[in-house]
């Protein structure tokens, strides 16, 4: 797979709405692995983008590319719902 980034392109967002962006990102992992610790050093594993597609991928692509997709995911609800110093995004259930 040569471009890991997929469509649309890349979004910028600001750091607030980054945060709510991980934020809901795990909290859907969090459900996923059955609420337990142990699912977060997985999740880091699965998230490091410098053995990406088997090794030495020169685009940097996460180990799971389907963690590439769960992330875009959680930046579109963020974006869609709105990020703001003083309103939670993800207070609704995202």
């Keep these: ?7 649309p392109p890349l979004r910028t967002i600001d750091e607030l709405a980054a945060f709510d962006a991980m934020r809901r990102f795990l909290e859907i992992w969090w459900e996923v692995g059955g609420r337990t610790e142990d699912n977060i050093a997985t999740i880091l594993g699965a998230l490091n983008r410098t053995h990406g597609s088997g090794g ?9 590319q389907a963690m590439w ?7 579109g609800t963020v974006l869609s719902n709105g990020s703001a110093a003083n309103k939670d995004p993800l207070a609704n259930g995202g």
């Design 1 to 7: 797979m040569s471009d890991w980034i997929g469509t």
């Design 69 to 75: 997709e769960d992330w875009r995911e959680a930046v």
């Design 56 to 64: 030495g991928d020169p685009q940097g692509s996460p180990l799971d």
